[in-house]
């Protein structure tokens, strides 16, 4: 089995900076794609952006120059950088990961972390 963490998501005043982070552990041969997707409260989940484990990285156009998603390949671990976020900015965040257990490829998902920016 494999188990996603994340942290690093809290309160923040419009303008502000949040790094948030998710660990993979468990059974992992390799891990694929890795991403950030977020739900704010009666809406679609929605992906924020996405990084191969060669690192492209792509984004959803409203977070282009805002955000920043990063790896760390021997961590088993993908971060997410948010500056100047917005009250629109507020959802719980989760971390994905497309993992090889050594049996299949199979995709996970984290517990989720509130981002809420508010004054």
């Known amino acids: 089995q494999v188990q996603l963490v994340e942290s690093g998501g809290g309160l923040v005043q419009p303008g502000g900076s949040l790094r948030l982070s998710c660990a993979a552990s468990?059974?992992?041969?390799?891990?694929?794609?890795m991403g950030w997707y977020r739900q704010a409260p009666g809406k679609q989940r929605d992906m924020v952006a996405t990084?191969?484990?060669?690192?492209?990285?792509n984004y959803r156009d409203s977070e282009k120059g805002r955000f920043t998603i990063s790896r760390d390949n021997a961590k088993n671990t993908v971060y997410l950088q948010m500056n100047s976020l917005e009250p629109d900015d507020t959802a719980v965040y989760y971390c994905?990961?497309?993992?090889?257990?050594?049996?299949?490829?199979?995709?996970?998902w984290g517990q989720g972390t509130q981002v809420t920016v508010s004054s």
């Open positions: 994905n990961a497309a993992v090889n257990t050594g049996r299949s490829v199979y995709g996970f």
């Open positions: 990084i191969t484990n060669g690192g492209s990285a």
């Open positions: 468990g059974t992992i041969f390799s891990i694929y794609a």
